[in-house]
């Protein structure tokens, strides 16, 4: 009797065992599975972070080359409105220095009405 007590403790103790074994793999696989999905998530943080700072420099940049167009166009249009006023200017001296003018009276009243 006393042997079969013991054997049935023994059985008992192995079956525990077995349980806490069982649990504790669970408990690993868990765990694996955790760390595996977190590094992943790690990794796709990290590849997002790149891409965004990328996206940020490639914005800036092109803010950049935008800036640049709009100062050379703005240094385009100074340097016409400066050559056209130049110009403008000496066709007023040439008119004023002609003998005939170029102009007769009343043409800009006639021009003017054309534009009409």
Request: hydrophobic share 40%.
């Amino acid at each position: 009797c006393r042997g079969l007590q013991v054997a049935l403790q023994a059985l008992a103790s192995a079956a525990e065992a077995q349980e806490a074994t069982t649990r504790a793999d669970e408990a690993e696989r868990r765990s694996a599975h955790f760390e595996a999905t977190r590094n992943e998530a790690q990794r796709e943080a990290e590849a997002l972070r790149l891409r965004m700072e990328r996206a940020e420099a490639d914005a800036d940049a092109r803010a950049a080359e935008a800036e640049t167009h709009q100062r050379e166009a703005r240094e385009e249009v100074a340097e016409l409105t400066r050559r056209l006023a130049e110009s403008e200017r000496r066709v007023a001296e040439a008119e004023a220095a002609s003998p005939h003018p170029l102009h007769p009276p009343g043409h800009d009243i006639l021009e003017a009405a054309m534009r009409i």
